[in-house]
Each structure stands twice: as structure tokens, then as C-alpha cells.
């Protein structure tokens, strides 16, 4: 069997220095945040030299600091820990050399990881809160949805779901100023703001979330956490898990969500496509 980084630590532990196993009680302690932590923040948070970390990275097996940081990813990935991100965080996706050794293996394993989401999404699912959260959607004369980046193709890919279902919807990206600027004046208590945040997590996407709930309007976060900072300003909030060793969001799950949101919009309406009932001249009116 493959020895993933914490047996490793474990097994190593006894022949480290005093200051690598300070290194690798770093490493097991903070696994969940170590994938994306530099070398140079790690060095000075520990207060250790970096050839010391290098050092211990070395007697753990790994040539570099960044091979520690793949198999972090693929350590939490195996065992299904949840990851939080925040803005600017560091995210190598690079690939060690001994992992190219068997390419064809190695895809099957990252078809895996991405079946594994699935599986995950799906023994975890809830019809029940997938379409009360599809009733909203139904009720709102208005639909504003937020997200940056990834978040941001999400929130097209629902939009695009949603005018198929004859559901207008603005799209607005936090990272825009004029998008900003041009939505806040629409939010209202007859709003639905859907706050769509994946890692890395925009502040901005939060702030408007934060204003949105203040002007009275109802807030629906999709996120990857019940964690994530946007769910404290939320109504209403559903997850799924997006990350892989090879991505910091992979679109294979939050996409099924999507779908899924949709289906049970058009499910909870009745009725066809075409007859839901909404101009979307009438979207800020």
C-alpha cells in the first residue's frame, strides 16, 4: 500500500531533529491548511530557517516543498477532508515527478478523485432542501446572482439554466466595480441574491451577501462549505465539495448541483418550459 504523508511523518518521526519533527508536528497539526501555505510563510510562522523545512521535507521522502504540498492535496482528498480557502491563498498544482512514472494510472486515480465528489454529492443529497431552495426561485420577482472566477462560470451556467426555464437573472461579478455599482441600487426585499463562493473566496462576494441581507433581500449561498464565510450572511445555503489534487475547484460537482437546482425548479412549477411567466424587461422594473 501507498504510504500517503502522514504515515510517512509517523514513521520518520523518530529519526528527525528536534527541529524537523517541529516541522512535521506542523505538518500533522495544520494538514487541512498546509496545501496552499507558502514555504517562506511556513518558515516564518515556525521560526525556522527554510533549508531547516526543506531538510525535513527531504527525510520524509519528498525532493521539494511542493511535492509535501501535493501530497497534502491528495491526503485530503483520499480521506474526504474539507478545505478552506481564502482570498490569495497559494494553490500549486503542479505535479512531482514520480507521479508521471505511470501517466494512465495516474488519471485514473484523478477519475476517481472526481467520481468520489460525485458519490460524495450524492449519498449526502437532500431533495428536500434542493427544492425548497428551488421554491425561491419561483417566488422572486427578481434574481441577482454573485460570484468571481470559477464562481463566476458557475453563476453563467446557471443563468443559462435558468433563462431555459424562462427564470431571468442578472449576473454580477464582485470583482467589477461598475457590475457592483449598477446591482446594489436593485436589491431589495423582492430579491433573490444567490452568493455562489468557491475557493478561493472573494471578501467582496461576502460584503455584497452582507448588504443584500441588510436591504431586506433573501440570500441563497452555494458554497463547498458550511464553513465558507459567505453562509453566515445566508438564508439559506447548499454544498458540495469541489477540490481535487489537480484543482482547487473542479466543475464536475458544483455543476451537478446546478442541474440538479434547475430540475427541481422546473419540477416544482408544474408546468413547461415556456410558461413559468416572467419578461425579463421586468427584472428591475
Known amino acids: 500500500m501507498e504510504k500517503d504523508i502522514i504515515m510517512r511523518i509517523e514513521e520518520c518521526y523518530l529519526t528527525m531533529t528536534k527541529k524537523q519533527r517541529q516541522v512535521a508536528d506542523y505538518m500533522k497539526e495544520n494538514i487541512d491548511t498546509m496545501s496552499f501555505i507558502t514555504l517562506k510563510e511556513m518558515s516564518k510562522e515556525l521560526g525556522i530557517t527554510e533549508i531547516t523545512i526543506l531538510n525535513a521535507c527531504k527525510v520524509l521522502g519528498y525532493n521539494s516543498f511542493n511535492e509535501v504540498k501535493y501530497e497534502v492535496r491528495k491526503y485530503i482528498n483520499v480521506n474526504r477532508r474539507m478545505v478552506l480557502y481564502s482570498q490569495n491563498e497559494y494553490f500549486n498544482s503542479s505535479l512531482p515527478e514520480y507521479e508521471l512514472n505511470d501517466k494512465e494510472r495516474l488519471l485514473t486515480e484523478i477519475c476517481m478523485e472526481e467520481r468520489g465528489l460525485m458519490d460524495e454529492y450524492a449519498r449526502n443529497f437532500d431533495s428536500r432542501q434542493i427544492m425548497e431552495a428551488a421554491r425561491l426561485f419561483l417566488e422572486y420577482s427578481k434574481i441577482i446572482l454573485c460570484g468571481r472566477g470559477m464562481s463566476h462560470i458557475l453563476c453563467q451556467w446557471l443563468a443559462s ?25 436593485a436589491i431589495d426585499e423582492n430579491t433573490l441574491f444567490v452568493a455562489v463562493s468557491f475557493p478561493d473566496y472573494y471578501f467582496m462576494t461576502e460584503q455584497i451577501a452582507r448588504y443584500a441581507k441588510k436591504k431586506g433581500a433573501k440570500v441563497l449561498s452555494i458554497t463547498d462549505s458550511p464553513e465558507a464565510e459567505v453562509t453566515k450572511y445566508a438564508d439559506m445555503f447548499l454544498t458540495v465539495r469541489s477540490t481535487t489534487r489537480m484543482f482547487m475547484n473542479t466543475a464536475s460537482a458544483p455543476m451537478a448541483l446546478i442541474n440538479l437546482l434547475v430540475s427541481a425548479i422546473k419540477i416544482e412549477s408544474g408546468i413547461d418550459e415556456g410558461s413559468v411567466g416572467k419578461e425579463f424587461g421586468q427584472l428591475f422594473v
Open 161 to 185: 439554466d435558468l433563462a431555459g426555464a424562462q427564470i431571468p437573472s442578472a449576473i454580477t461579478n464582485p470583482e467589477l466595480n461598475e457590475s457592483v455599482f449598477a446591482t446594489l441600487p
